[in-house]
C-alpha cells in the first residue's frame, strides 16, 4: 500500500470537520494551493506542512505517523486472509493470478 500524501491531508481536514475556506483563513495559504495538495497535483514543503497541521490542529507528524484505521481490516478482508490460507500453494499462486488480472482489466 502506497502512501497518497493528498487524501490523507483531505481525510485529516474533514475529520475536523474544515473545508478548505477555513484551512485557508486558518494557515494563510492559498485554497487553489490546499487543492493542489489534496489532488497530489503539488507536493508542500515540510515548512508549509507545519502550517497545515497547525491550522487543522494537528501535530505534523500525525500526517504520517497516526490514525492506523485507515490501514485496519474489515471483516471482509480478513475473511478472505482466512480463506486464503487454507488453501494449498497451488491454489494460492492461482488466485494471486487471476487477482491480478482482475486488477489489471479495471
Do not use: C
Request: proline share 1%; net charge positive.
Amino acid at each position: 500500500m502506497t502512501f497518497d500524501l493528498g487524501k490523507r491531508l483531505r481525510n485529516l481536514r474533514k475529520s475536523k470537520g474544515l473545508t478548505l475556506d477555513k484551512v485557508r483563513d486558518q494557515s494563510g495559504l492559498s485554497r487553489t494551493t490546499l487543492s493542489l495538495w489534496e489532488n497530489n497535483k503539488m507536493a508542500p514543503s515540510m515548512e508549509k506542512l507545519q502550517i497545515w497541521a497547525t491550522a487543522v490542529g494537528i501535530d505534523v507528524l500525525d500526517i504520517f505517523f497516526s490514525d492506523e484505521s485507515e490501514y485496519e481490516l474489515t471483516a471482509e478482508e480478513m475473511k478472505l486472509i482466512e480463506l486464503f490460507r487454507e488453501l494449498s500453494k497451488r491454489e494460492k499462486t492461482h488466485l494471486m493470478s487471476v487477482l491480478k488480472s482482475m486488477v489489471r482489466k479495471q
